[in-house]
């Protein structure tokens, strides 16, 4: 149980820290490398809260993940499903495919598997 809640606290600070970074920063950096790289970090911890025992694959299950949904933004995701006029599912889904992204969401992935590498041998 006690894993869970420090799960929890980790997604809900996360997903509040991708909302300021989405709200309130408009740069060439942070919004766009450090935020996609988080968006992978918050979706492990979310994932973490439900799976509270480490799973060695599991960062690069969210990273397939990532890309996945970076590569249905290739093909307009927004468009297809007819949401191009909701702002939070634009936000959401994303609008425009970028290899970028896929990169930031590796550096996501790793960093998660080395974090949970490290806490393990502690």
């Given at each position: 149980?006690?894993?869970?809640?420090?799960?929890?606290?980790?997604?809900?600070?996360?997903?509040m820290v991708?909302?300021?970074?989405?709200?309130?920063?408009?740069?060439?950096?942070?919004?766009?490398?450090?935020?996609?790289?988080?968006?992978?970090?918050?979706?492990?911890?979310?994932?973490r809260i439900?799976?509270?025992?480490?799973?060695?694959?599991?960062?690069?299950?969210?990273?397939?993940?990532?890309?996945?949904?970076?590569?249905?933004?290739?093909?307009?995701?927004?468009?297809?499903?007819?949401?191009?006029?909701?702002?939070?599912?634009?936000?959401?889904l994303g609008?425009?495919?970028?290899?970028?992204?896929?990169?930031?969401?590796?550096?996501?992935?790793?960093?998660?598997?080395?974090?949970?590498?490290?806490?393990?041998?502690?």
């Amino acid at each position: 149980m006690k894993k869970r809640v420090i799960y929890i606290v980790l997604t809900i600070l996360l997903l509040m820290v991708e909302v300021m970074i989405a709200l309130f920063v408009h740069d060439r950096i942070v919004r766009p490398y450090i935020g996609d790289m988080l968006v992978v970090v918050v979706i492990y911890t979310f994932i973490r809260i439900w799976i509270p025992d480490a799973l060695r694959l599991l960062p690069l299950y969210v990273f397939l993940f990532a890309t996945g949904v970076e590569i249905l933004q290739y093909f307009n995701l927004v468009e297809l499903l007819g949401v191009s006029d909701n702002r939070f599912l634009r936000i959401l889904l994303g609008t425009s495919f970028d290899w970028k992204d896929i990169l930031c969401y590796a550096a996501g992935a790793v960093l998660v598997w080395a974090v949970e590498r490290k806490i393990r041998h502690l």
